[in-house]
């Protein structure tokens, strides 16, 4: 995928532009399914699947020598063939309210679907509507389902006590 850009960020798949330092500080100190999660399992997680960030744009910046700095994160984990599931999406809390997720989520969805990918999983606690403008529905079928779930954030991430 190219990256692309739009109103002063840039959203790119490039898995060399990740900045695993602060993506692991997002998830692992300021997400609630991710809590307390050691750096070496986000640096696999991450190595394990397709990242997409989203980054200031340099040309956006009134210092042309200022780094971009990565403002939004997002993974599928997937087959590359039949199913991709999105987790990990996290955008800075300084840079939310400009449509960062839609557009992340958004791209996502494109993108593999380009490379063939028919299904897609999600799971969220709190941002349902957020991802139905999306094109996301509740999952029909759940019943079918089964898990083993050893996460020691499960009963965060369930709203759970």
Known sequence: M?????????????????????????LSEESYWAAGRPYD??????????PYSVFTSPTASTDPAQPA??????????????????CDVFVDADHRGHGLGKWM??????????????RFLLATRDAH?????????ELVGANRYMEIDH???????????
């Open 41 to 50: 399992l986000v640096a696999r997680s991450i190595d394990g699947s397709v």
């Open 105 to 118: 989520i958004d791209t996502i969805l494109a993108d593999l679907s380009e490379r063939g990918i028919q």
């Open 69 to 86: 700095e990565q403002v939004a994160f997002a993974r599928a984990v997937t087959d590359g063939a039949t199913f991709a599931w999105i």
């Open 2 to 26: 190219e990256d692309l850009e739009r109103d002063g960020y840039v959203l790119s798949a490039d898995p060399k532009r990740v900045d695993f330092a602060r993506v692991h500080r997002w």
């Open 129 to 137: 509507d957020v991802y139905r403008r999306s094109g996301f529905t």
């Open 151 to 161: 996460r020691p954030t499960r009963n965060a991430i369930l709203g759970l006590p």
